[in-house]
């Protein structure tokens, strides 16, 4: 028999984590934590030392909580591709600078930190690796450069999806479908309730609004995440032609130097030279001010609005109805994000604006949308499924329950599963 432990994640996207124990080892599958709040919010403790942690990709929400392992003593190996080491390592650093920013105690330091990078140990993809007894396969995910399905090989056949995408973006190929038979499968439900809007249509939508903005010298701001967002904007960008002034602000640079290092990883591994080529980058408020007087488009961090060079701006072009501001991701409730988009208001840390800028938000999503979620499942076809990292997770559960599935929603009081032979 097997127990498996939902951590975190559970009605809610955000702080990933699970604890499978076997009886011989445990094994963690993510550990991140809940950004949105102040201070962040964690997963629940692990008892002991864990034997391995499996990561599927560097997001916070996946990863933000590694450090805790070391901080207790209880530190062990994390498993993940290469790539993750270098842009988790850039994401914690980033999260400790804003924590003492905001005045936050974080449950882990700067040293923590290293130690955590130093247990890394790298993985390639469709290689098995052994964990005492069981057996981790890692598969691509499709989400962001590195990103991971995890098959762990114990008296049954797992599979945790992390964040996965079964669709072609620019920047990657899709998620990997040649997956062993998997008996217990623990997806990813963010977008169980809806389909994404057609690439394509989105895309040109992008470049109507830059367009149109640029018309009337106005400057486009284009708010994502670091990591993979702004890479796979600055390649639309490309696709379409760049010819007006383009630069990248905040932690995009850095992301964007470690994912294309990486270029084994990338759909088109020559692709970001190429579109980097036309591409200016800020590193300072001097430069911000000259920028902004002039029509331009900028790609700036962060993606919820949330902190980052994109709040200065924001309080610089806010009143300006000649310009625009494009979010590319996820807004999660509450963040500063969600909250312009439903109020028109850019609150933030002592900031309440009412913005006259043209504000969009335009689904450039690296999860797969509800119907490729239902496919993908009925494909896999397993014998048991928990669904997590959803804010709908009970009713997809409940869905998929009507198409004969043995499905389940883990919650706080109901987080624990004993999986018999």
């Known amino acids: 028999m097997i127990q498996i432990s939902f951590l975190g994640a559970m009605g809610e996207v955000g702080r990933s984590g699970v604890l499978v124990d076997t009886g011989t080892e445990k094994i963690v599958l993510d550990y991140g934590v809940r950004i949105k709040e102040v201070p962040p919010i964690f997963p629940i403790e692990v008892d002991g030392r864990p034997d391995a942690v499996l990561l599927s990709h560097a997001h916070l929400d996946h990863s933000g909580a590694l450090p805790v392992f070391v901080a207790k003593n209880n530190g062990c190996p994390i498993y993940s591709i290469d790539i993750n080491r270098e842009l988790v390592q850039l994401l914690l650093k980033d999260s400790l600078k804003i924590s003492r920013e905001e005045g936050v105690k974080l449950p882990f330091d700067k040293s923590d930190v290293k130690k955590t990078i130093n247990n890394f140990l790298d993985v390639k993809y469709r290689k098995p690796y052994k964990i005492k007894k069981s057996i981790a396969t890692a598969y691509d995910a499709g989400h962001i450069p590195g990103s991971i399905m995890w098959h762990v090989q114990t008296e049954h056949n797992i599979l945790y999806t992390g964040d996965f995408n079964t669709v072609d973006t620019r920047l990657l190929k899709k998620a990997d479908f ?244």
């Open 178 to 421: 040649d997956l062993p038979d998997i008996d217990i499968l623990i997806t990813e439900s963010t977008y169980a309730q809806r389909d994404h809007p057609d690439r394509k249509k989105t895309e040109k939508e992008l470049i109507n609004t830059i367009e149109s903005t640029l018309a009337v010298d106005g400057v486009t701001l284009i708010a994502g995440f670091a990591v993979g967002r702004i890479a796979e904007i600055l390649l639309v960008l490309d696709h379409y032609g760049i010819d007006y002034p383009l630069f990248i602000d905040g932690m995009a640079k850095k992301a964007i130097t470690i994912e294309n290092k990486h270029k084994r990883l990338l759909k088109n591994p020559e692709a970001l030279d190429k579109a980097l080529k036309k591409v200016s980058y800020i590193s300072s408020d001097k430069y911000r001010k000259k920028i902004i007087k002039q029509p331009a488009v900028i790609l700036t961090t962060s993606g919820m609005l949330n902190g980052g060079p994109v709040v200065w701006y924001i309080k610089k072009l806010f009143d300006n109805r000649d310009c625009s501001l494009i979010l590319t991701g996820f807004q999660v409730e509450d963040t500063p994000g969600k909250i312009l988009l439903e109020t028109g208001k850019f609150v933030t840390k002592g900031v309440d604006l009412e913005v006259k800028m043209l504000v969009k938000r335009l689904d450039f999503s690296a999860h797969l949308g509800r119907t490729e979620l239902f496919d993908f499942i009925k494909k896999l076809n397993p014998e048991q499924i928990f669904c997590m990292h959803g804010d709908h997770t009970p009713e997809f559960a409940e869905e998929l329950n009507k198409e004969g599935f043995k499905v389940f929603a883990p919650i706080a009081n109901n987080r624990i599963f004993n999986i018999k032979d």
